[in-house]
């Protein structure tokens, strides 16, 4: 009996530790790092998403949720749609004069 709880304990573990190993190779194929090797204190950890100013209103934003526009090849970030609607309409007035 003690045999078989055993067994089935070994079984149990490996199943966890191989699940856990695919999921980092998954995360490494992804071009991520696995969670366990990421640091956990904060003043070391690198800020991952940079912050941009808004053209319009000057305020900063992450890049990652800032509304974007594309205009002459370059792009401009803006804290919110009704700050890009404003450039667009200031972009459409001054190529009209």
Avoid: N
């Avoid at 999921?23 to 490494?28: E, F, V």
């Amino acid at each position: 009996m003690m045999r078989l709880i055993f067994i089935l304990t070994l079984i149990l573990l490996i199943l966890w530790m191989g699940k856990s190993i695919l999921k980092d190779l998954r995360k490494l194929k992804e071009g991520r790092r696995p969670d366990k090797h990421a640091k956990t204190s904060s003043s070391s950890t690198p800020v991952a998403d940079k912050l941009v100013k808004d053209p319009v209103c000057g305020v900063y934003c992450p890049k990652s949720k800032a509304h974007t526009v594309l205009w002459k090849g370059k792009v401009f970030y803006f804290c919110s749609e009704r700050c890009r609607q404003k450039f667009l309409e200031q972009l459409s007035s001054s190529s009209s004069e």
